[in-house]
């Protein structure tokens, strides 16, 4: 892959590792006792690593000019191995905190493998690790079919795909050693967060550099969302993440905001960070690869434009219905409420425009299960939309809030949304880089269909019980007006829903093991016959833009 990269090319990245280098130097000596310390360590060795791959190949023969008159997919093939790597690792991690709940001692008397150092390495590993790798990888393939146009250069979308990962995991290390923000999906300290700004304001310019050339007049849908997802996650990373460090060599720091609107804040960012990372980008991803492994047009290509400003419009303003009954002002809790209701027509008219599409191909979605996955990831996102504008409702918030049926709510859309389309989505595109006709065993694509879906119900269910006695319990009183439960006696009766949910998690677990796998042996098989016939890369297949399908 480096092979491929000019002359000038191999330089500039150079550049770019070294500086790195030095930066991660300074935050060794800098945070020497402190946390930040460790993190510059982990930042110098992996700007060492890069340095020592480029010059190893500095020397090789430039690529020929040819080159650029195909599609630069080799950020996708890397992206698409991570995002494996991630499930694997975000998801096990899940799994050992849901035991935790029903085994306490599973900490193994160990302060990094506590429960509240674990979860948010979960939920990070999961949702930027495993998501976010798999939105950057597929916007990538998708931005390019669809604009017929390449990448504008070759170094960026590696300095994207490789910088947001190192941010990965400085994000996952520094939960493991305490360091936190103790904020929902906003966890890293501030150097993380500034390194993210630098990869993130990169990522959005690649989108609008290969728009600006692109061959195909039409901007497809697909990058409408995909744009929206980058740049609104800016907007919102940037303003919920303001604060001042203790000193340039700490690794605390504290916000700028404090109070009712500290938290307001966080929640117009976290229920925000839901909208445009864990939906607006998955949706990009739905609206290319299911209409083309369904072989047919979108349904009504207008209804998902409109979609895509309902959801864009009204989601920004849903974030204080997490705030119901607190110290928030009682009419911004009801602005939230009000537009969390309003937000079930545009989720609905996605979720709906997927599923008419597979009219006249739901022979396909019996028989393929790769189909399947997307399909049933569209069933689960219109039941979690409803689910989650149900539950903004004030009287219906006042039985759920703090209770397992949020953590029920929740999985329904990560693992039955946002992790089918993306499964679904990389056993259509695996095939497609790596110049296969199918992936190496269907009937492990099949198996794992049935492992996640087992696993979600499982767990989804098991939580919406579970939640629902909690919530009971919590508000029961007895005849002289106390609580007829004390919160001990409604943990108790939690523990079989928590043996429930981890077992849930072994199956959905298993599942992202088996489609790894999977992914493996395609890759393998790929580089076999690539061997056996002397190629070392073949042109990307050019996959027809779905622009130039009838839009009704």
């Keep these: 892959m480096i092979s491929r990269l000019t002359l000038s090319e191999r330089q500039l990245s150079l550049a770019i590792v070294v500086l790195l280098g030095v930066f991660g130097l300074a935050m060794a000596i800098g945070g020497r006792g402190e946390p930040l310390g460790v993190h510059g ?17 500095y020397f090789d023969p430039e690529p020929p000019a040819s080159q650029l008159e195909e599609y630069y997919d080799d950020p996708t093939r890397v992206g698409i191995v991570l995002t494996m ?5 975000g998801m096990f991690v899940g799994v050992w905190v849901a035991a935790l709940l029903a085994w306490p001692d599973l900490t193994f008397d160990a302060a990094w493998a506590s429960f509240g150092r674990l ?6 590993g999961v949702i930027f690790g495993f998501g976010g790798n798999a939105l950057i990888a ?3 393939h998708v931005l390019q079919r669809t604009s017929r146009a390449r990448l504008p250069d070759q170094v960026s979308p ?3 795909l490789l910088g947001y990962n190192l941010f990965c995991i400085v994000a996952a290390s520094g939960y493991l050693m305490g360091v936190t923000q103790s904020k929902e999906y906003a966890e890293p300290e501030w150097y993380a967060d500034l390194w993210l700004v630098v990869v993130w304001v990169v990522y959005f310019s690649i989108f609008i550099r290969t728009l600006a ?10 990058n409408w969302y995909y744009m929206a997802f980058i740049l609104v996650v800016a907007v919102l990373h940037i303003v919920n993440n303001l604060a001042v460090p203790l000193s340039l060599g700490s690794t605390k720091s504290y916000s700028l905001f404090s109070g009712v609107q500290d938290a307001m804040t966080q929640w117009w960012y976290g229920h925000n960070a839901v909208a445009f990372f864990l939906t607006s980008g998955f949706l990009g991803m739905m609206y290319y690869y299911l209409p083309k492994r369904a072989g047919r047009p979108i349904f009504s290509y207008r209804l998902s434009i409109i979609s895509f400003w309902g959801i864009t419009f009204l989601y920004m303003w849903a974030g204080s219905h997490h705030l119901h009954y607190t110290a928030l002002p009682h009419w911004v809790q009801t602005l939230g409420m009000t537009f969390s209701v309003m937000l079930l027509v545009p989720s609905w008219a996605s979720a709906g425009n997927a599923l008419a599409t597979l009219n006249g191909a739901w022979h396909k979605v019996r028989d393929d299960a ?3 996955f997307m399909m049933v990831a569209a069933v689960f996102y219109g039941l979690s939309t409803f689910e989650g504008s149900f539950m903004a409702i004030r009287p219906v918030n006042a039985l759920s809030h703090y209770t397992d049926w949020t953590i029920g709510h929740v999985h329904a859309g990560a693992l039955g949304w946002v992790a089918m389309i993306t499964f679904g989505s990389i056993y259509a595109l695996v095939p497609w880089m790596w110049k296969r006709e199918a992936m190496w065993s269907p009937r492990l694509i099949e198996l794992h269909f049935w492992l996640a879906l087992s696993g979600t119900i499982i767990y989804v269910f098991a939580m919406w019980n579970s939640g629902i006695i909690q919530g009971l319990m919590w508000r029961t009183y007895n005849d002289s007006g106390t609580l007829q439960y004390s919160f001990v006696e409604s943990l108790v009766a939690m523990h079989p829903y928590y043996i429930a949910r981890t077992i849930g998690g072994l199956f959905f ?3 992202a093991v088996v489609g790894s796998l999977n992914v493996w042996m395609t890759i393998r098989a790929s580089q076999a016959e690539a061997g056996r016939s002397g190629e070392q890369d073949v042109p990307a297949q050019d996959v027809p833009s779905l622009a130039s399908m009838p839009a009704e």
């Design 85 to 89: 790597i991630w499930a694997v690792v």
């Design 138 to 140: 597929t916007s990538f």
């Design 158 to 160: 590696w300095f994207v």
């Design 213 to 222: 050339r692109r061959k195909e007049p039409h901007i497809y849908v697909a």
């Design 509 to 511: 677990l298993a599942g």
């Design 41 to 57: 360590f982990i930042v110098l060795v992996a700007a060492l690593g890069f340095i020592f791959a480029l010059i190893g190949h």
């Design 119 to 124: 979860r948010p390495v979960h939920t990070s």
């Design 370 to 372: 790769t189909l399947r």
